[in-house]
């Protein structure tokens, strides 16, 4: 499982700068310049909730979808929206 540290700058294949930053205890926002989200559901649903998202994935990446990677060693367990971007949810 792959643990982003909060405020440390990555890059995606297109070489787009992106972080996360600490809202909170347990919530986390990505910010930097992400274009062209694609976004989905959680499986079985027949919508797509946007406080509940199953993925999100911005051009050139990185693919995200709950349980499927870290910020700061805590699992990410929700993906939400928010105003410009998009918002986590780890365990406590």
């Known amino acids: 499982m792959i643990n982003f540290i909060s405020n440390k700058h990555y890059s995606n ?3 787009d700068e992106y972080w996360f930053e600490k809202l909170d205890n347990n919530k986390y926002s990505i910010e930097g310049n992400l274009q062209y989200w694609r976004v989905g559901g ?3 649903e027949s ?3 946007k406080h509940d998202y199953g993925m999100i994935d ?3 990446g990185p693919y995200l979808e709950p349980n499927g990677f ?3 060693g805590k699992k990410v367990i929700r993906i939400f929206a928010l105003l ?3 918002g986590f949810e780890t365990e406590n």
């Open 13 to 15: 294949r297109y070489r």
């Open 42 to 44: 959680k499986e079985g």
């Open 47 to 49: 919508g797509i909730d």
């Open 58 to 60: 911005p051009s050139g």
């Open 70 to 72: 870290a910020i700061d």
């Open 84 to 86: 410009d971007t998009f």
